[in-house]
């Protein structure tokens, strides 16, 4: 079974423009992280926020964490063509084990020059 | 590359085959995880390994799958009488320890006919 479940499930943007994927999970959490997978190819780490964060930042890339309401949200700024890809959300619901990431169904962005 | 690295990328194979999938880690003894992945879903847990211990084994794991960690180094994931239904992408994936992401290899496409 998949515990995130994203939103939407694809998104299409012209280059420059801002991408917001959402991510919605029922259990508690240790952490959260985001991966990138371009087609054929595996799974890239993006960013991790713990539990106890409520927003972090690596470059273009904004994550927000509201355990409150379980959701996560990653924020893409001035999208690239290159940031076309599918983006997966991964929850890690054990404290320092990390014994098993579920990951949800995925949403796919495409970023139109 | 010193990233995770998964042999071969691609297997076609004839319904009833047995095939063989190995993933060599980044560093030894780190935890070792296997993922499968179907189009336009995410990664489903298969099994993981901590040394040369199998610790746990999703339901999805049917008893003509088996997996190994010999010497907690490489691992090798076999799928025996393979099915149509087992057409997928079997992934690898390292974990360092603590709040760390999980590293990915590329993956092996697995084709059933």
């Known amino acids: 079974s998949q515990q995130g479940e994203e939103d939407p499930q694809a998104l299409s943007i012209q280059e420059g423009e801002n991408a917001t994927m959402n991510c919605s999970y029922k259990t508690s959490i240790n952490n959260l992280q985001w991966y990138r997978q371009n087609s054929g190819r595996g799974l890239v780490h993006l960013i991790l926020?713990?539990?106890?964060?409520r927003e972090k930042h690596s470059g273009r890339l904004r994550v927000t964490l509201d355990t409150s309401k379980k959701s996560s949200s990653l924020l893409i700024t001035a999208s690239r063509a290159a940031d076309t890809a599918s983006y997966f959300c991964?929850?890690?619901?054990?404290?320092?084990?990390?014994?098993?990431?579920?990951f949800g169904k995925g949403i796919t962005l495409s970023v139109r020059p | 590359d010193t990233g995770v690295s998964q042999n071969p990328r691609h297997k076609i194979t004839k319904r009833g085959q047995n095939v063989t999938f190995r993933c060599d880690p980044i560093?030894?003894?780190?935890?070792l995880y296997w993922y499968r992945q179907t189009l336009g879903q995410g990664p489903e847990f298969l099994t993981y390994f901590q040394n040369e211990a199998q610790l746990e084994k999703s339901r999805l794991l049917s008893d003509r799958f088996s997996a190994e960690r010999p010497k907690g180094s490489f691992s090798t994931l076999e799928i025996q009488r393979t099915e149509q239904g087992d057409s997928a992408m079997y992934l690898c994936?390292?974990?360092?320890?603590?709040?760390?992401?999980?590293?990915f290899g590329n993956g092996t496409r697995l084709t059933v006919t």
């Open positions: 926020i713990r539990s106890n964060e």
């Open positions: 994936a390292e974990w360092q320890g603590g709040h760390s992401p999980l590293h």
């Open positions: 991964a929850t890690d619901p054990y404290t320092g084990a990390n014994s098993k990431l579920t």
């Open positions: 560093s030894e003894h780190n935890r």
